[in-house]
Structure formats: C-alpha cells, structure tokens
Nanobody
Framework: QVQLVESGGGLVQAGGSLRLSCAASGSIFSINAMGWYRQAPGKQREFLASVRSSTNTNYADSVKGRFTISRENAKNTVYLQMNSLKPEDTAVYYC??????????????WGQGTLVTVSS
C-alpha cells in the first residue's frame, strides 16, 4: 500500500558529507512523523532523527550537530543531511514513516535501506 524508497548512500571519506533522501508513495492520506535509523554490522538498529514539522525535530546525541533532518511535505519526502562523517557512521540507513492511509487507518512503514560507508 505504501512504499519508502531511500537513495543517496555511498562511499565517502571521513569528514565528508552525504545527503540521503526517502520518498513515500502509495495510498497516502497524510504522514505524521518521518525518521531515520541506522544499523551497523553486528549492532542493533538505532534511532538517528525524526521530524513532524519544520519546528518539531528530534536527534540522537550521537548525530546532533552533524546531521540535519528535513521534509518536503508536497513530495512526501524526508532528507538527512550528514556532515563531518566518521568511520563509525558506516551502516545501512533506513527511513521510517507513520502513515495515515486513504482508508484512514495508520501504519508504520520502513524503507529497504541504503548503505553508507565512511572510509578513514
């Protein structure tokens, strides 16, 4: 019913930047929160950031000041601008959305993930 498609991952040197995008499509009436998570090899998936509106954002301490989340409601898209990347930021990055369907039921949807590799 709803798909999230991430893009923008890749290989970057330490200190560099990447911008991830995640676009939602399908039977969407509206989207409440959108967020980003990541999972490094051998570790649990961790929360990075979420956005409800331009003035309502939350960040994990590990990325606060380096990553910025934003959304473009007209495109049902969320972005994650990542600056000052470190090797420990290497992980698969996933987006998540709390979606209200056209049927007015609500679901949580995950993207397929995009790999970010930061070389030292």
């Amino acid at each position: 019913q709803v798909q999230l498609v991430e893009s923008g991952g890749g290989l970057v040197q330490a200190g560099g930047s990447l911008r991830l995008s995640c676009a939602a499509s399908g039977s969407i009436f509206s989207i409440n929160a959108m967020g980003w998570y990541r999972q490094a090899p051998g570790k649990q998936r961790e929360f990075l950031a979420s956005v409800r509106s331009s003035t309502n954002t939350n960040y994990a301490d590990s990325v606060k000041g380096r990553f910025t989340i934003s959304r473009e409601n007209a495109k049902n898209t969320v972005y994650l601008q990542m600056n000052s990347l470190k090797p420990e930021d290497t992980a698969v990055y996933y987006c998540n959305a709390d979606v209200i369907l056209t049927s007015r039921s609500t679901i949580a949807v995950w993207g397929q993930g995009t790999l970010v590799t930061v070389s030292s």
